[in-house]
């Protein structure tokens, strides 16, 4: 099983910034895993933000790219988000998911989210 615990989310105004945190643990987990960030806005359907393969390559939805990065820390075994230039729509719940493979269709695990709000 493998356990994602996702932490820094919270309140600021539009053009703030923000550092989220994922640590992944489990006997199962590995840091050959296929890293993503998910949100849901009030009303919306779970979009996939960010991913990060386990070489570093990375890709981005259209709505953050050049405002939001995606990395991670194989030794300490955390995914992160840098969200710059925040604005009221970004305003969600974020998710930290683990793909088994890239490429698969859906995330093998998730984490319970964090919530994060944008004031205008």
């Known amino acids: 099983q493998v356990k994602l615990v996702e932490s820094g989310g919270g309140s600021v105004q539009a053009g703030g910034s923000l550092r989220l945190s994922c640590a992944a643990s489990?006997?199962?987990?590995?840091?050959?895993?296929?890293m993503a960030w998910f949100r849901q806005a009030p009303g919306k359907e779970r979009e996939e933000v960010a991913t990060i393969s386990a070489d570093g390559r990375t890709s981005y939805a259209d709505s953050v790219k050049g405002r939001f990065t995606i990395s991670q820390d194989n030794a300490k075994s955390t995914l992160y988000l840098h969200m710059n230039v925040l604005k009221p729509e970004d305003t969600a719940i974020y998710y930290c998911?683990?793909?088994?493979?890239?490429?698969?269709?859906?995330?093998?695990?998730w984490g319970r989210g964090t919530l994060v709000t944008i004031s205008s």
């Open positions: 489990g006997p199962t987990y590995s840091s050959r895993y296929c």
């Open positions: 998911a683990a793909y088994r493979l890239c490429g698969l269709s859906r995330p093998s695990y």
